[in-house]
């Protein structure tokens, strides 16, 4: 069996309130060759006997699951992340098929995200992810289970492993690449200035804010890059504050 260069790849399951699609997870994760489930704040018990059963051989990647409260915290250390969603939620940015998508994840720390079995991703949470993809299905019946859907993606995955050609400076590009937490910082540090300066309201700063990261989503920037961004917020604070004590 191919060990994938994707088993960089997390598998990202929030709120799930299902053992059995958790165990069944696990197991086409150890079919195509995956091995990091991550679940946020789970509903059920992901490591009692009815997500074991399900799992069959894929138990150690239950038993090795990393359980966290909040999505940013499962993306920590991630370069590249793409959520899944079946409803358009009046996303700027157009749904994805996932075999066009998904190898955009392979050769980075990157992550998969599946929202609940019930109501998916809110937009909160899609805000976290760079790309969207849906599973296209018939308009009668368009919602898949939780496992399936994980299913068709880690195959897809998996085929764009087979087929990937070799390229030598895809590893420079990935250890330049800041990484998701990294340009969450950022995030925070630029909304608290610009709400500052009043260039946002508390009222409309989450819908502007979506802008900017849609923006810094599409210019994939350097550590050093976003490193230079959060001093300038600080020179422009230590301005501020200067200009407060000076009344100048």
């Not at 709120?15 to 197991?27: H, I, Q, W, Y």
């Not at 289970?145 to 299913?151: C, E, G, S, T």
Request: charged share 20%; glycine share 6%.
């Amino acid at each position: 069996m191919l060990k994938l260069e994707s088993t960089q790849i997390r598998i990202v399951l929030v709120e799930a309130k299902g053992p059995l699609n958790v165990g069944s997870v696990a197991r086409i994760m150890k079919n195509m060759g995956l091995n990091h489930l991550v679940l946020v704040n789970p509903q059920c018990d992901p490591y009692g006997a009815e997500a074991r059963q399900m799992a069959v051989h894929g138990v150690e990647i239950l038993e090795k699951a990393t359980i966290v409260p909040t999505l940013p915290e499962a993306l920590k250390g991630c370069h590249r992340a793409i959520a899944t969603t079946s409803l358009d939620r009046s996303l700027p940015t157009h749904l994805e098929n996932p075999k066009h998508s998904l190898p955009w994840l392979l050769g980075y720390s990157g992550a998969l995200i599946f929202g609940r079995e019930d109501r998916g991703l809110t937009n909160v949470e899609l805000n976290y992810a760079q790309r969207f993809v849906r599973i296209q299905s018939d308009d009668s019946y368009p919602s898949l289970n939780l496992a399936q859907a994980v299913a068709i993606c880690c195959y897809e995955l998996y085929q764009a492993q087979l087929n990937q050609e070799n390229n030598p400076q895809s590893q420079a590009n990935r250890d330049l690449e800041a990484s998701l937490d990294v340009l969450e910082a950022y995030y925070q540090d630029l909304e608290t200035i610009l709400l500052k300066i009043g260039y946002l309201y508390p009222h409309t700063a989450s819908s502007r804010m979506e802008k900017f990261r849609r923006l810094y989503n599409r210019a994939y920037p350097s550590t050093q890059e976003v490193a230079m961004l959060r001093g300038m917020i600080r020179q422009i604070n230590w301005a501020l504050s200067n200009y407060d004590h000076d009344g100048t």
